[in-house]
């Protein structure tokens, strides 16, 4: 019989795309995929440290992993328990104080070293490894080649941070920044559509400074690869995601008319309305300079939506300060976007700055933003009732014949379907609506 992984993935779609880069050195291994714990000879935890919750979440889950290792020692079975990802990058020392019992930790940056590591604790030549270091050489370079597992498939261009935002603990666990290079993305995008994907969502950080060589050794840009990646036959939607307003160059900007796969929805984190916060944070960006951002984009291409990040309660927000991240909001017009309250970060500049907001106050500003991110969310759905979208069916629903897709805006969009719809694109009238969903009718 053969043996069983688990991968539990939280934070980002980093993380995502690194689970399933992951999941595939495991199958080279011989193992099999499954979605029940009990089940799994390997379990894997692949962890975020982007918010206090975030980490906390992976210290109760492993104290879980650890009863369910001990039931099935009785049942005469191993287990290896491993974690990935940014906690280890973060806190290596403490993951194996507080829970002894892990086998294995790898950083982001290492994790294509499971299968040595793998063997390693089999052969039973290492008790405890792990691994946060900083490589020189690039994972990528050691990784099997990527395929689809649907319609849509992430594509890691870039890596790091080099922004240094005050709250943030990314340039810590992810490392400076690193572009890959152009043909290297050109050709696991070419395999990816080969193996069944529609749809290729180029990730980084900030993937809007991604500054790959080309064959010649020549740096490029963004807009570059976009327009390199518009030339693959059988592409049919391109996005990007996460951009810093910062690096939005009218060269990229210029992209969303020119380019016609080009999904027309933007996630472009603002994170504040107020210069004075956004000074405080780090951020290379004023409001005024979002805003005009967002003005040339929808000029290039009047049909954009956008998204954002927002984080209320930083230190030092004011009433004031708050009420211009709310107008702000109102002037753009989001049809997504994620709020937090600021969560303090050991080894951020912000965790030791002065005028920390309470926990009360950082409560009540995230409900008041969230409902008129909620609003805005829900009007923009309702405003797509009657219309038709192309929709790409990614998964099954909870209901007998119903598939899941999404719309150029990101929406999930529930349909009756047959099953060979999944990973193709249909278009879809949208009959109801709701904040987080459509419902709509294959009309083609
Ligand atoms: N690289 C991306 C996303 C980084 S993490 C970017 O720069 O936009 C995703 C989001 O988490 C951030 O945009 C920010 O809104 C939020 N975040 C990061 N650190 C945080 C912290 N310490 N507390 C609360 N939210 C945080
Ligand atoms: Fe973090 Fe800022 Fe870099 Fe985004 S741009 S990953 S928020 S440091
Ligand atoms: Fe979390 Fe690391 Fe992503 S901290 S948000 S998983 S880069």
Redesign the pocket.
């Known amino acids: 019989m053969l043996k069983k992984y688990f991968i539990k993935t939280y934070g980002?779609q980093m993380n995502v795309y690194d689970s399933h880069r992951m999941a595939k050195l495991l199958e080279n291994e011989g193992y099999e995929k499954t979605d029940c714990q009990q089940d799994a000879d390997i379990v894997l935890f692949n962890t975020c440290h982007?918010?206090e919750k975030a980490a906390e979440k992976l210290f109760s889950d492993l104290g879980r992993a650890l009863i369910i290792k001990n039931e099935r020692e009785e049942k005469k079975l191993d287990t290896i328990i491993g974690v990935t990802g940014c906690v280890v990058q973060a806190e290596d020392g403490e993951i194996l104080k507080r829970a002894p019992y892990v086998d294995f930790a790898l950083g982001p940056l290492t994790y294509h070293k499971l299968p040595e590591v793998l063997h390693d604790i089999l052969q039973k030549k290492k008790e405890h490894i792990v691994d946060s270091s900083f490589p020189v050489e690039s994972k990528f370079d050691f990784l099997p080649q990527n395929e689809a597992c649907g319609g849509c498939s992430f594509l890691a261009v870039q890596e790091g941070?080099n922004n240094f935002?005050t709250?943030?603990v990314?340039p810590y666990t992810r490392g400076v920044e690193y572009s890959r290079p152009v043909e290297d993305v050109i050709k696991e995008a070419k395999r990816l559509v080969e193996t069944g994907t529609l749809e290729i969502n180029l990730l980084g950080?900030?993937v809007n400074s991604y500054h790959g060589e080309d064959e010649n050794g020549k740096e490029r840009n963004l807009a570059y690869l976009l327009y390199k990646m518009a030339e693959i036959d059988g592409l049919k939607r391109l996005r990007y995601t996460?951009s810093?307003p910062a690096d939005m160059t009218d060269e990229l900007i210029a992209c969303h008319k020119n380019i016609d796969i080009l999904m027309p929805y933007l996630h472009l984190?603002v994170?504040s309305g107020s210069n004075k916060i956004l000074k405080l944070m780090n951020r290379r960006h004023t409001r005024e300079a979002y805003i005009e951002i967002v003005q040339k984009l929808k000029k290039a291409n009047p049909k954009l939506e956008m998204s954002s990040?927002?984080?209320v309660g930083f230190p030092g927000e004011t009433d004031e300060d708050f009420e211009q991240t709310l107008t702000l909001v109102e002037k753009i017009g989001y049809i997504q976007a994620f709020s937090?309250?600021?969560?303090k970060?050991p080894g951020t500049p912000a965790a030791t700055m002065e005028n920390q907001v309470a926990e009360k106050v950082k409560k009540e500003r995230l409900d008041i933003l969230q409902k008129r991110l909620f609003e805005m969310q829900t009007a923009f759905n309702l405003s797509c009732e009657g219309k038709v979208f192309e929709v790409l069916f990614e998964q099954t629903g909870r209901h007998k014949g119903q598939l899941i897709g999404r719309t150029p805006y990101m929406q999930n969009v529930h349909a009756q379907a047959q099953i060979d719809v999944l990973g193709q694109i249909r278009k879809v009238k949208i009959l109801s609506s709701t904040t987080n969903s459509l419902e709509g009718k294959v009309v083609l």
């Open positions: 980002c982007i918010r941070c935002c709250y943030c990314v950080q900030n996460t810093y984190p994170q990040d927002f984080i937090f309250k600021y969560s970060r």
